[in-house]
């Protein structure tokens, strides 16, 4: 229902960026709990369950988000304690892979770039403050690394089939897709997903 308006081949994308997906959305719990590091021995204590799709993470000095809690029915309102990148999120299909994380309750980070304006209409994708607005320059490697920190999934979505002042049409997919798999595999992301 929701891919009604899409043309055709834009909505076959949609759905293989979906199936691509839906094992991190399907088993957030299963994913967090094989991600999150072992507590230390001090540290254990028996996890009390509050709904079927409860999981208590092992708190880890490394990384406050490795230790989010995934609760609730699933849907908008739950927390799956996934965290994802999303580049090139205010592009066509970049809305779409935003609303369907937002939409399964994973926080989402967007970077953008320009005028913010342009990207502030994904906020509503998720529920309050699980879609994270944050500007950042792709020419800059260290800015890019600091958009996958601490992420599980990266979705790289960037791209143009003309070229701008700031970027030649094919350099930019190439060098692009570069920086952002270089990032991800530095940041420690188990998932990368490229679109262009």
Aim: with cysteine; hydrophobic share 40%; proline share 7%.
């Amino acid at each position: 229902a929701r891919t009604a308006g899409i043309p055709r081949a834009s909505a076959m994308l949609l759905q293989r960026a979906k199936s691509a997906l839906r094992p991190l959305t399907s088993g957030a719990a299963r994913s967090l709990a094989a991600l999150a590091p072992p507590p230390p021995p001090s540290a254990q204590a028996p996890a009390q369950a509050r709904s079927a799709s409860t999981l208590t993470a092992a708190p880890s000095a490394t990384s406050a988000l490795a230790t989010a809690t995934a609760y609730g029915q699933g849907g908008r309102a739950s927390i799956s304690g996934l965290t994802a990148t999303v580049f090139g999120a205010t592009g066509f299909l970049g809305r779409y892979v935003v609303a369907e994380l937002g939409g399964c309750g994973t926080r989402v980070t967007v970077p953008y770039r320009g005028d913010p304006w342009k990207a502030r209409h994904l906020k509503v994708c998720g529920d309050l403050g699980q879609v994270n607005l944050v500007p950042f320059d792709l020419q800059d490697e260290r800015s890019v690394r600091e958009m996958c920190a601490g992420s599980q999934l990266v979705v790289n979505l960037i791209g143009r089939d003309y070229s701008t002042y700031n970027h030649p049409a094919g350099d930019l997919v190439v060098r692009a897709a570069r920086t952002v798999a270089r990032a991800a595999a530095a940041e420690g992301a188990t998932r990368l997903v490229q679109a262009s």
